[in-house]
């Protein structure tokens, strides 16, 4: 087992409550190293059929997403984690300073951020012919002047230790289909390097992690046997292999390391 010294580091990580998600699982993966963790999610409510939560598929992601954090929390609890759970809206400049406050009242400090909170269209809007106002801004509010509302907020309050870890998509360079989405995540990819070189002369890293596609909760068995035919590993992506590239980036064995991309995709999306 690799010893990323991370124990008592202090780990805030964005777009938790879906118990399945990359979020939560990163979370247990700190919690498991002896770090403090510290949740922000917000609810994103979209119709499900509950008869259908049973099983993974776009009902069990949808219920996942809108609900809060019980079944993480609950986790967390069972594994003596020591943590903070903040529902809050990273959109929203008032409410990233508000978890940040909170943050520092509780535990004096971030030592990590992982900005995995996501938005984006679900409803077949997100193509050129389709796009609405709506779509482009709800996306890039929280994919893009989130994640800087939070890394500003770390930079801000910064100590003497400093990971960012930034969530992108393997396919953000191309992603047609879902345009507004990619491209906000091809922005966060801009934005790691651009903010890596910025951020360097205090010793934080900026590094952004892109996943393949990962069992989240939302590949159906249908979709599953689609999605593996591109995906030269012949595996879907699982939370955990995300979480572990993550702990990596965020130990003091990375140190230098900086403004790099990893894809973790089994070879798609190359």
Same mark, same amino acid.
């Given at each position: ?15 938790? %409550?879906?118990p399945?998600? !990359?979020?939560? =699982?990163?979370? @247990?993966?700190?919690? #498991? ?17 509950k008869?259908?939560?049973?099983r ?8 996942a997403n ?12 069972e ?35 992982v ?5 984006g269209d679900?409803d ?11 779509v ?6 929280? %994919?893009v002047?989130?994640? !800087?509302?939070? =890394?500003?907020? @770390?930079?801000?309050? #910064? ?6 870890i930034n969530?992108?998509?393997d ?11 990619g ?12 903010i ?9 890293t900026?590094n ?12 159906d068995?249908?979709?599953e ?11 879907l992506i ?21 403004g790099?991309?990893?894809?973790v ?6």
């Amino acid at each position: 087992m690799v010893n990323y010294g991370l124990k008592d580091r202090v780990a805030l990580i964005t777009g938790a %409550n879906n118990p399945q998600g !990359i979020g939560a =699982t990163t979370a @247990f993966a700190f919690a #498991r190293e002896g770090a403090k963790v510290v949740l922000a999610y917000k609810k994103i409510p979209r119709p499900f059929d509950k008869t259908k939560t049973d099983r993974n598929g776009t009902d069990r992601y949808f219920q996942a997403n809108a609900g809060d954090a019980d079944v993480v929390e609950s986790k967390l609890q069972e594994m003596g984690a020591d943590y903070l759970i903040i529902e809050s809206d990273i959109s929203n400049e008032g409410a990233v300073k508000e978890i940040y406050s909170k943050t520092l009242v509780r535990y004096g400090r971030v030592d990590i951020l992982v900005n995995n909170a996501a938005d984006g269209d679900l409803d077949g809007l997100d193509t050129i012919e389709r796009i609405t106002q709506n779509v482009i801004d709800d996306t890039f509010a929280v %994919n893009v002047r989130g994640s !800087i509302l939070m =890394t500003r907020e @770390f930079i801000k309050n #910064r100590g003497d230790y400093g990971r960012i870890i930034n969530l992108s998509t393997d396919a953000a360079q191309v992603f047609a289909g879902q345009i507004t989405y990619g491209a906000s995540k091809a922005t966060l990819e801009a934005l790691t390097r651009s903010i890596a070189l910025e951020v360097a002369k205090y010793g934080i890293t900026v590094n952004c992690v892109a996943p393949g596609p990962t069992q989240t909760g939302w590949i159906d068995e249908d979709f599953e046997k689609e999605v593996l035919k591109i995906i030269p590993m012949g595996k879907l992506i699982e939370p955990q292999d995300v979480a572990e590239t993550i702990l990596f980036l965020s130990s003091e064995q990375a140190k230098m390391i900086t403004g790099q991309v990893i894809k973790v995709s089994g070879g798609h999306a190359l």
